[in-house]
């Protein structure tokens, strides 16, 4: 009998809370100013207490705090807004300060999986010369495991801790490409020292890569002008590709060296503090009156969409490649204290054509793709990969030249049926994982002929460059073809095989 009473009454105290507790959230319904943030928080606030006082286990309020936070920010469904607790923070500045442990791989990952869109991590570049880069994994590849841990219910900082660790010790990714091509990967970590600008001459064409922007970038470039100057240069290919970004003071000071006056990017926010415009200055112009061609692909993103985007808008470069990324928005970071910060979307930034290309990208003005592999190419690179052939022979064969590397990749053609051009890069790139990469492929690199033959098949590149339409003017175009149930406005294209055999 006692029993029973004691499990009524236990009843009867949940039944008694549960009204409570309903009469409470109730009550905060009808008051006045629902839509106000003032009924929202105090409603949170009133939940936070509520699972504080009465979850079956004690529960540190530091623990629904920061949960809180990550689902607050998170909830705006931006990639660039997020919540930095003191273990992110120290993450991050390991990366943006170039020094730091790990595989060289830029990556972002969606908070959680949407359908037909899991949560893996993507790659948005692989650093220069770091592990990643040399193993030939490139800007939109998938890491769905890590060391046999699958990364779709991992956070970011799961992700970081998993990636990172003691340098000279191995972890294997497993890479999605494209929809079906899946291979693992193993890396070796490094410590990472991110490099800005890579320059070289291309006979009479001064060619120059940047890596990222950071302080130092536009002073490296400097260097790299003052170099092909020396060298007589007739023109000059300024290489994007995979250049994830940077400091926007750093890509202004970058497009500054080759425009002479007017508004290089401005951003728009809510606010107006927000609102900012940043101009060419004619005294720091020091590229005039040479045929330069830009390259970019989908690994271009923000501070290089900035100077892309401007030198397009004014005519001033001729774009080839594919489209960028589409990261068109500024982000502020906002201390909390106590080791913790919320970095936000603030503002979008604009090209000088009053264009933001968030989400959208740049299009070239010559499109150069490189081709997809068919189904029956796919299984036999996965089946390369894990045959770990390559590896086995250029351990075995130290200091393999191009004739070396040519005449593998023939005897792998017979037991792989793969373009001889694809299998001599993946030779070339083990060969490059053990000393520093050359700073350009003309065997391989589609793109980089196709700039070119641009500079040198062109009589008129003034008028070439002229006739290129600026970011409004295609945007404009692609709004009107799309009312009219057209296809999109896309650029022209060129065949794989076209380009210079060298």
């Known amino acids: 009998m006692k029993k029973i009473i004691k499990q009524t009454n236990t009843i009867l105290s949940f039944f008694i809370l549960a009204v409570i507790s309903s009469q409470c959230f109730a009550q905060s319904s009808t008051e006045p100013g629902r839509n106000s943030s003032f009924y929202y928080l105090k409603k949170f606030n009133s939940v936070f207490d509520f699972v504080q006082q009465n979850y079956v286990d004690d529960i540190d309020p530091k623990v629904l705090y ?11 469904d931006d990639p660039y807004t997020s919540y930095l607790d003191e273990t992110v923070q120290r993450d991050l500045a390991e990366t943006t300060e170039g020094h730091f442990g790990g595989v060289g791989l830029m990556i972002s990952k969606a908070f959680e999986s949407k359908p037909g869109k899991p949560a893996y991590v993507e790659v948005s570049s692989a650093i220069e010369d770091t592990p990643g880069a040399k193993a030939g994994i490139l800007s939109g590849d998938m890491i769905v495991e890590i060391d046999g841990k699958p990364t779709e219910p991992m956070t970011m900082q799961d992700v970081l801790k998993n990636l990172r660790g003691e340098v000279g010790t191995p972890v294997t990714l497993t890479i999605l490409r494209g929809k079906t091509l899946r291979f693992p990967v193993e890396l070796k970590r490094a410590l990472i020292e991110v490099p800005t ?23 490296r470039l400097q260097e790299a002008i003052d170099y092909f100057k020396s060298n007589n240069y007739k023109n000059m290919i300024l290489d994007l590709r995979d250049n994830g970004g940077g400091l926007i003071t750093s890509a202004i000071n970058v497009a500054d060296k080759f425009i002479d006056e007017g508004v290089i990017v401005s951003t ?39 100077v892309s985007g401007a030198l397009k808008d004014y005519h001033v470069a001729y774009l080839v490649g594919s489209r960028s990324y589409g990261k068109g928005s500024v982000q502020q970071i906002v201390p909390l204290g106590n080791n913790e910060e919320i970095k936000m979307t603030i503002a979008r930034y604009y090209s000088p054509s ?6 959208i990208g740049i299009p070239p003005d010559l499109e150069v793709s490189y081709p997809e592999l068919s189904e029956e190419a796919q299984k036999a690179y996965v089946a390369l990969v894990e045959s770990n052939k390559i590896q086995d022979y250029v351990e075995a064969h130290e200091g393999m030249t191009e004739s070396d590397i040519s005449a593998f990749a023939l005897q792998l053609r017979k037991e792989f049926n793969l373009e001889e051009r694809l299998l001599r890069r993946l030779v070339r790139m083990q060969v490059n994982r053990y000393n520093t990469g050359a700073i350009y492929d003309l065997d391989y690199d589609i793109q980089l002929n196709a700039a070119l033959d641009v500079l040198k098949n062109t ?43 060298q």
């Open 66 to 76: 920061e949960g809180a936070m990550k689902g607050l920010m998170s909830s705006m």
């Open 197 to 219: 600008c890579k320059y070289a001459m291309i006979g009479e064409t001064g060619y120059v890569r940047l890596i990222q922007f950071t302080p130092d970038t536009a002073p």
């Open 268 to 306: 728009k926010g809510r606010l107006a503090f927000q609102n900012s415009s940043y101009s060419a200055s004619h005294e720091k112009t020091v590229v005039r009156d040479v045929p330069v061609v830009v390259l970019i692909n989908k690994g271009s993103a923000s501070a290089s969409e900035i």
């Open 354 to 359: 009053d264009t933001n290309i968030d989400k």
């Open 459 to 501: 009589k008129n590149f003034k008028e070439l460059v002229a006739s290129a339409k600026t970011l409004k003017e295609l945007q404009q175009e692609s709004e009107a073809a799309e009312q009219a149930g057209e296809k999109n406005v896309t650029a022209p294209t060129v065949s794989p095989d076209s380009g210079n055999k």
